[in-house]
């Protein structure tokens, strides 16, 4: 996946007026399964896996046990007791090494035909795109057939294509309707090809890593290994949300409500720029009168909004929406706001 194909703004415009296509092959693909595939996914990821009717994902993380994000991803429910976890493709070989070293013991699984589980690494054998846009509808119509429906948000479900199966997704990571489709690698020139074609009258786009990346962070949308590391907690980076705590275990429990019983010394915030200017950047360092009080994860100019924007970990007391901060840039500080999330709404 190229960082752009054409130029990072025309990309990004075409996933925010018509549709864009991403390539996104590349991220890791796991599959879970056994009689005790569930029960023991449960242990390992952070949002709550029996809330998952099949044919439904959500979105999770997976801790160490100082609470810190190893990885996020989405993982699908897609039989009783078998899962399809989508990774990032940098964490992929440490996601299957930290599984694996925590399956239940061969001696546990004997003596119960309910502990056994399985981990599959099918990332080398399958491939996948994300189609994202206002007009991703009619180009799933185009597709697949005017009278096949388009999966509910956060469903993913099994179709028909030229000869093949693929899976469908009603997922994102641009804040625009979208589908992510995974298949073989063998079909993957052609499904690409062919979204491609039919999708010339809608305005279609390939897209790259730039535009994906400028897409997100008008969402306020975390990246791995910028904004989430295993030295942050999903408390710090303000997603608590994709954490179910009454869940009575799970890697990384007991440091996450060591954090919220005290506090956590930092929080994600996303701020933007107060003038027009050079943008901000990961590493550059925030200041509130003269004190350092963070660094930035994440920083662009936002093609939308025409405007610097990012997201930046300061100490919680300095946390607040509204809050007036500065931005070093090349040894000069530039004033911003610490703003809601997310910069970017449709109205």
């Not at 597709?143 to 429906?149: A, E, I, M």
């Not at 990246?223 to 997603?239: K, T, V, Y």
């Not at 929406?321 to 040894?331: A, H, K, L, V």
């Amino acid at each position: 996946m190229p960082v752009q194909y054409t130029s990072i703004v025309e990309e990004h415009q075409a996933v925010r007026n018509n549709v864009g296509i991403f390539d996104i092959s590349h991220m890791g693909q796991l599959i879970v399964e056994g009689s005790g595939a569930r029960d023991w996914l449960n242990t390992m990821l952070t949002n709550n896996i029996d809330k998952l009717d099949v044919d439904t994902g959500q979105y999770t993380f997976l801790l160490n046990e100082r609470g810190g994000i190893i990885d996020d991803l989405i993982v699908y429910r897609i039989e009783e007791q078998k899962f399809l976890l989508v990774v990032n493709a940098a964490r992929t070989d440490e996601d299957v090494a930290w599984l694996e070293k925590h399956l239940p013991p061969m001696e546990a699984v004997a003596a119960a035909t309910s502990c056994e589980v399985r981990i599959t690494n099918r990332s080398a054998n399958f491939g996948g795109l994300a189609i994202q846009g206002p007009r991703v509808a009619e180009l799933f119509h185009a597709l697949f057939g005017d009278n096949v429906g388009l999966p509910p948000r956060n469903q993913i479900v099994e179709l028909p294509f030229d000869g093949t199966n693929v899976s469908v997704a009603r997922t994102g990571y641009t804040g625009e309707d979208g589908v992510e489709v995974f298949f073989r690698a063998n079909d993957a020139v052609k499904f690409w090809n062919a979204a491609l074609e039919k999708g010339k009258p809608l305005g279609i786009k390939p897209c790259g890593l730039g535009a994906r990346d400028t897409l997100r962070l008008e969402m306020c949308y975390p990246l791995n290994g910028s904004d989430l590391s295993p030295q942050r907690n999903p408390i710090e980076a303000g997603l608590v949300f994709f954490v179910d705590l009454t869940k009575s275990k799970f890697i990384g429990r007991d440091a996450l409500l060591n954090t919220k019983e005290s506090g956590p010394q930092e929080k994600l915030v996303s701020f933007r720029m107060k003038e027009r200017g050079p943008p901000p950047r990961p590493h550059y360092s925030v200041f509130d009168n003269g004190e350092r009080i963070g660094e930035v994860t994440s920083g662009t100019i936002s093609p939308s909004l025409n405007w610097g924007v990012g997201m930046a970990y300061v100490s919680a007391s300095h946390a607040k929406i509204g809050g007036q901060i500065d931005i070093e840039i090349r040894e000069r500080k530039f004033p911003a706001t610490i703003e809601k999330k997310p910069f970017y709404k449709k109205s």
